[in-house]
Nanobody
Framework: QVQLVESGGGSVPAGGSLRLSCAAS????????TGWFRQAPGKEREGVAV????????YYADSVKGRFTISQDNAKNTVYLQMDSLKPEDTGMYYC????????????????????WGQGTQVTVSS
């Protein structure tokens, strides 16, 4: 059974940083598209950052490009999201997601491309 467990969320002032972690089991993160999605109250869930190490590919939403960095540690089977220069509009529940292994995802930042989801970790950025 695939499980994704997020951690690292919290409350920070604008301009601060957080590092989110997604620990995976039942799936090797290096063999699948994995990434981070977020949902603010009253808004649709949106793609933030996705990684596929097999092809050396990363994908970022325009709103976070240059501020967020996605990476993974294959030995720990964990995906990370380093978030710098945080803004209040970054506030939301952040979810880790993974597609089926060895499947090429055509639209990496679309939520319906992913089969497995974590429970989320809250990120709150105050002004």
């Amino acid at each position: 059974q695939v499980q994704l467990v997020e951690s690292g969320g919290g409350s920070v002032p604008a301009g601060g940083s957080l590092r989110l972690s997604c620990a995976a089991s039942g799936l090797s993160v290096s063999s699948a598209f994995t990434g981070w999605f977020r949902q603010a109250p009253g808004k649709e869930r949106e793609g933030v950052a996705v990684i596929y190490t097999g092809w050396g590919r990363t994908y970022y939403a325009d709103s976070v490009k240059g501020r967020f960095t996605i990476s993974q540690d294959n030995a720990k089977n964990t995906v990370y999201l380093q978030m710098d220069s945080l803004k209040p509009e970054d506030t939301g529940m952040y979810y880790c997601a993974a597609a089926n292994p060895r499947v090429w995802v055509r639209s990496p930042l679309k939520t319906d491309e992913y089969n497995y989801w974590g429970q989320g970790t809250q990120v709150t950025v105050s002004s």
